[in-house]
């Protein structure tokens, strides 16, 4: 654990493409992990338990709360009268007459929306006293889906905005009228994705403890980031942020976005700790993350293709329309405006017009949910791609090769304004040809359908956007106002890491990520290692983020793909900046020039006089113990480095609406090979490919599980997941047992392969990785059924596609089981 | 409850926790405290208590009483103890070789941790619709040896289930063990089937069917075919033995039969499956599920 290397000779990038143990595993997989509910709390917690509405849309007409307070061990029961003494709303992105506060005041929007807070000496104590309470409502009609909120005098979930639409814009690029009339075809799908969500192991959770002394707030939770947010929610609680402190744990149980929208209980939690002057802590339950936490949108695609006489792309137009709940929360309305500057994927498409609208419900509001937003463009854009192919009687994969933003293209840049740094989207087709053994996996196919089996091919490509740049949010500001001097515009997305070097020799990298299972400390501990000549276990990486201890930004944290990108380069850079610094201490304990210096093994040596030489932990004591020395005097010798790696592309909105919002651009192509049961409509998947260029990984065997993750959430998301209420608004699969979620052992295993090109942005060309396949999956899936179900000329046009689904639109018009066949078993 | 809030809880209700040792002790226990209810593997009752739609007063815990999980032969039948996890029964010789049925069931019940834990006595008592267990033990003439503090009694798997979570048992009464018997006539062969229909392999099932048939030359001498899960509680369906006994046991037969059924007004209906489907699905997993029962007994497969 010293930068003595106790191994062999190690010279740089010895670990870096290798696919190594990860060091988090042992304490993952034994049990010591510490998780936020494992943390010990400050003396004198109190629990919070958190009452929520039975009604999709309510007035609360009075809370009674007597009988609660009056039970011993109770130490108070909030609702919005009191919590709106210490708070203002949070913040949003859109501008709207709209008050989001994390409680209902007077009405309740959505069925599960918190409207009391009990706390009490212990979890136990709270939930006694909860069902106690009584809230008297009267009922209002309740608005639950697109449709129905967008219906001619539907009752609207904010009367403050006159209407449940809360925006609307149409995004223009190019002369899109022009390439419709030249087109020789137009083709068009529309898709419904229906909300749903990939919710994680460990639930919400958020331990607040306010000072009064220092009149500090300092909160320990499970957040993600970004920063951001953290922002609003100190924004919210009326505090500065030197007097916000939040401590996110190293290990967090799972997240896959979600754990963003943690942020209103952070400032509900807060709240409750400010008012009642204890530390409160609050775990969510399971049934409480499905109706309470946040979830991705419901959206309706209209897209229409111009096509040329060969097959070219001129134009796409698309009409959204995105269900977004019960509040315009932020960072809505980026379930569409994430995507706009990428809109057009891998193609080249040089006339876009994107309409959106968006729409509130009396449903659980939405945040970022793996790969936020790109399920519910991929999937209509693919299906839309198949079609042309199908149409114009071309091969899907020569179709889209066809319409390729080209190698010599980069960097690239959109009609609305994304920079692509690299790729070979060609390459990458053939590559996945290679590993699905397409001609095998046709003739397969072929052979089936003559045995009277319904089988299907699918494809899906896609481009796999790493890091968020804040930019993209201004486009839901009205372009006058991003006009006035006054505007303050948003842009960038870095990541930070600080190197240090401990006076006895052992190394410490303090990141500002909150990772959930992706193995950055591996990672970093691999990049420094190489850098400095170590070996990875010789590297201490430090996860999670403290905000009064750690160099942090307001994007810091884990979403978006960032670490492959931005988070890689951040350590790298700074162990390049540490081995600089120990070289040039070297230099000067030595005397001789500082390019003279070569680092191997541990020990510092002059390459023209190898007899001169230091070892490096002689190096970190002399820098420590004796800086006065003669030939350290007047130099920086802290062995302590902070980087910050920042793209430059990611520059602000332009007043045309052009906006970068990512920094590297990985591909993905997917092949999938399914079956439907004639008799059922279940799906089994027979065969499933995807190609990644990542630009190369640092661990090629973290990016596969993270994939092999992906992949199979894309199957579930593909053929069963979707959050279901009833029309009175009431969720109806709330537990694991409703709400299916692959484990272990329903896993199926994807084939991969990798189609790397270095990306010219980052230093050593790595880009984000691993929500591809959430993107493309559920695509190509979707298409490879609509293809077995060839028979029927199916169209699948909703998301999830379920068994029943199958059965009742195409199956049942069907005799039943022509063939009560032997298959052992159906599920 | 409390009024016009929905509360997620966590943690149950303050209760008392007694561990019987022998049978007589729970029944005891059972019959003078008040409030007292027993508790084997916990997987539907704590479940139940931490979301507070279940309050006992006293657990009466008989999952520690030595024998009471026992598997034994009697005769060419088995008696199965109340206690008997899931996965014993699922890995258990006896009951392979002489109802493989059960297995089956067995193994299909969740995952392997809610195996390990929860019992066939607790999962019958529970009588949830859309248990594994119900549909086979009706199929397969189980009958239930119950006691209490003053009586003892057998009922049949056909009379146990009253609907969703009920059955006939008293409060202060205890399954003791399930017993089945079998008696085969010579040149009669037997096979089973059990088919549990649902969106993921762990989940509950949205259609259960548990097929029992014998053989003889060829023909079908007896078909028991119980549903479970679509309806409140388990079915058996006597016009499929009515078509098929006495007749051919080829595909084509079985596949008219399974056509015809008629399953009637009470199907569920709910976001899981709507009643049309569900009545589909049984009428397929019907069909193949007969068809499998045949393949084994007559050693096709
Ligand atoms: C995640 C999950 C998935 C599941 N999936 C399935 C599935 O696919 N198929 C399936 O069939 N089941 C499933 N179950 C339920 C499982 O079968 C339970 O084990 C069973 O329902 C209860 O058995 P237990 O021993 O745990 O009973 P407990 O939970 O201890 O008790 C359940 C009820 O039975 C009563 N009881 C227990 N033992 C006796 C007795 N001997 N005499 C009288 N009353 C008694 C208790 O008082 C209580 O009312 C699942 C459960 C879980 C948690």
Redesign the pocket.
């Known amino acids: 654990m010293t930068i003595q290397s106790s191994q062999e000779k190690r010279t740089e990038q010895t670990y870096v493409g290798v696919a190594y143990p990860r060091l988090e595993d042992l304490r993952l997989t034994t049990g010591k992990a510490k998780f936020l509910d494992d943390l010990s709390v400050p003396p004198g917690t109190h629990y919070a338990v958190i009452l929520r509405s039975p009604y999709a849309h309510a007035k609360i007409k009075r809370i009674d709360a007597e009988d609660a307070i009056k039970v011993p061990g109770v130490r108070a029961v909030l609702t919005a009268v009191e919590l709106l003494s210490v708070m203002d709303p949070l913040p949003l992105a859109l501008r709207s007459p709209i008050r989001y506060y994390p409680i209902a005041t007077d009405r309740a929007r959505y069925a599960g929306e918190p409207v009391a807070v009990v706390i009490a000496r212990t979890r136990a104590i709270a939930e006694d006293a909860a069902s106690k309470v009584n809230v008297d409502y009267e009922p209002l009609e309740v608005v639950a889906d697109i449709e129905k909120a967008l219906a001619q005098g539907a009752p609207n979930v904010h009367e403050a905005v006159g209407s449940n639409t809360v925006w609307k814009k149409t995004f223009s690029y190019g002369d899109v009228g022009n390439a419709f009339e030249q087109a020789v075809k137009v083709v068009s799908v529309d898709v419904r994705v229906n909300g749903y969500t990939v919710p994680p192991m460990e639930t919400f959770g958020v331990v607040a403890e306010y000072d009064r002394g220092s009149d500090v707030l300092t909160e320990w939770c499970n957040f993600i980031g970004p920063f951001t947010m953290a922002y609003v929610v100190a924004k919210a609680l009326r505090l500065s942020q030197d007097r916000f402190r939040v401590i996110v744990p190293g290990d967090i149980g799972g997240s896959f976005g979600t754990k963003l929208a943690v942020y209103p209980y952070m400032a509900l939690i807060g709240a409750c700790s400010i008012f009642t002057g204890v530390p409160v802590k609050w775990i969510e339950t399971r049934m409480e993350h499905f109706v309470g936490s946040t979830r991705a949108a419901t959206r309706l695609s209209h897209l229409e293709m111009a096509l040329s006489a060969d097959g070219e792309f001129l134009g796409l137009k698309a009409r959204i329309t995105d269900d977004i709940g019960a509040y315009p929360r932020s960072p809505e309305p980026g379930h569409l405006l994430k995507s706009v500057s990428n809109f057009t994927g891998p193609y080249k498409i040089a006339n876009l017009e994107i309409s959106g609208e968006y729409v509130t419900t009396n449903t659980l509001p939405t945040s970022p949910i793996r790969a936020f937003g790109r399920p519910h463009l991929c999937i209509p854009l693919e299906k839309l791609v198949d079609k042309c192919a199908k149409i114009t009687g071309t091969d899907p994969l020569e179709l889209r090769k066809r319409n390729f933003i080209q190698p010599r293209d980069f960097p690239y840049t959109t009609a609305s304004g994304g920079v692509y740094d690299s790729g070979d989207y060609g390459a990458a087709i053939e590559k996945l040809k290679q590993i699905f053994d397409l001609d095998g996996a046709r003739a397969d196919i072929l052979e089936k359908r003559r045995e009277g089996r319904l089988v299907g091919l699918g494809f899906a490509v896609g481009i796999e956007p790493s890091v968020s740049n804040m930019a993209y949010l201004d486009l839901a500001i009205p372009e006058e106002e991003r006009q006035k001097a006054t505007f303050m515009p948003h842009s960038g997305g870095q990541h930070s890491a600080t190197l240090k070097i401990e006076p006895d020799g052992h190394i410490v990298a303090r990141l500002d990520s909150c990772p959930q299972g992706q193995g950055h400390e591996t990672v970093a501990a691999q990049l420094v290692a190489s850098v400095l000549g170590v070996n990875p276990e010789d590297v201490r990486v430090l996860t999670g983020v403290d905000t009064f201890n750690v160099s942090w930004s307001i994007s810091s944290g884990t979403y978006a793909s960032r670490f492959g990108s931005l988070g890689i380069s951040a350590v790298y850079s700074a162990a390049l900046d540490m081995r600089k610094k120990l070289t040039e201490a070297a230099s000067k304990l030595l005397g001789v020039s500082a390019d003279d210096i070569v680092m191997e093994n541990g020990v510092l040596f002059s390459k023209s006089r190898r007899d001169l030489k230091i070892s490096s932990k002689r190096l970190v004591g002399t820098v420590y113990w004796n800086p006065g020395s003669d030939a350290l005097k007047g130099g920086d010798h802290t062995l302590s480095v902070t980087r910050t790696f920042n793209v430059e592309t990611l520059g602000p909105a332009t007043l045309d609406n052009k906006v970068n919002a990512s920094a590297t651009y990985g591909f993905i192509g997917t092949a999938a090979a399914v079956e439907v049961d004639r008799d059922t409509g279940s799906v089994s998947i027979l065969k499933y490919a995807s190609v990644h260029d990542s630009g190369g990984s640092v661990n090629p065997g973290i990016v596969e599980q993270l994939c092999v993750g992906a992949a199979n959430q894309a199957a579930s998301h593909a053929l069963h997941q979707e959050l279901i209420h009833d029309d009175r608004g009431q969720p109806l699969n709330i537990t694991?047992?409703d709400y299916y979620v692959r484990t272990a052992e329903d896993f199926f295993t994807p084939i991969f392969g990798s189609a790397a090109k270095k990306s010219p942005f980052t230093p050593l060309g790595t880009k984000g990785v691993s929500e591809g396949d959430n993107m493309t999956g559920p695509a190509a899936l979707l298409i490879a059924i609509q293809d077995a179900l060839y028979e029927y000329n199916a169209d699948i046009d909703t998301v999830p596609f379920t068994a029943e689904r199958i059965w009742s639109r195409f199956l049942s018009k069907n005799n039943l089981g022509e063939s009560a066949s032997s298959r052992s078993d159906v599920a | 409850m409390p009024r016009g809030v929905t509360l997620y809880t966590l943690t149950p209700p303050k209760f008392d926790y007694k561990r019987a040792s022998s049978v007589e002790e729970a029944c005891k226990l059972l019959a003078t405290t008040d409030g007292a209810?027993?508790?084997?593997?916990?997987?539907?009752?704590?479940?139940?208590m931490r979301l507070r739609l279940?309050s006992?007063a006293v657990l009466v815990d008989?999952?520690h009483i030595s024998d009471?999980g026992n598997i034994s032969e009697e005769g060419m039948g088995l008696n199965i103890g109340?206690?008997c996890?899931?996965s014993k029964l699922a890995r258990s010789k006896e009951v392979m070789e002489r109802f493989p049925i059960l297995c089956e069931?067995a193994a299909?019940?969740?995952?392997e941790?809610?195996?390990n834990?929860?019992?066939?006595?607790?999962?019958?008592?529970?009588a949830?619709p859309?248990?594994?267990?119900?549909p086979v033990l009706t199929a397969l003439n189980a009958k239930f040896a119950?006691v209490s503090a003053s009586n003892r009694r057998t009922i049949a798997a056909s009379n146990f289930f009253e609907g969703p979570y009920t059955t006939v048992?008293n409060g202060d009464?205890?399954?003791?063990k399930v017993v089945l018997e079998k008696k085969l006539s010579s040149g009669t062969k037997e096979g089973h089937s059990f088919m549990?229909f649902?969106t993921m392999p762990?989940?509950?099932?949205t259609v259960n069917v548990a097929s029992v048939v014998a053989i003889k030359d060829g023909k079908f001498e007896e078909v028991t075919v119980a549903l479970g899960a679509l309806l409140p509680k388990p079915r058996i369906m006597p016009e499929l033995g009515e078509s098929l006994i006495g007749k051919a046991t080829t595909a084509e037969n079985i596949r008219q039969a399974s056509q015809k059924l008629q399953l009637g007004s009470e199907i569920i209906s709910d976001y899981k499956a709507s009643a049309q489907y569900r009545t589909h699905i049984a009428k397929v997993l019907v069909a193949r599920s007969l068809l499998t029962a045949v393949n084994r007994a007559t050693g096709a497969e």
């Open positions: 694991f047992g | 209810k027993v508790i084997a593997g916990g997987q539907s009752l704590l479940v139940a279940a006992p008989i999952g009471l109340a206690t996890t899931h069931a299909r019940v969740g995952d941790q809610v195996r834990r929860g019992t066939i006595g607790g999962s019958i008592s529970h949830d859309a248990g594994n267990y119900a119950v048992l009464e205890l399954v003791e549990k649902s762990q989940e509950f099932a």
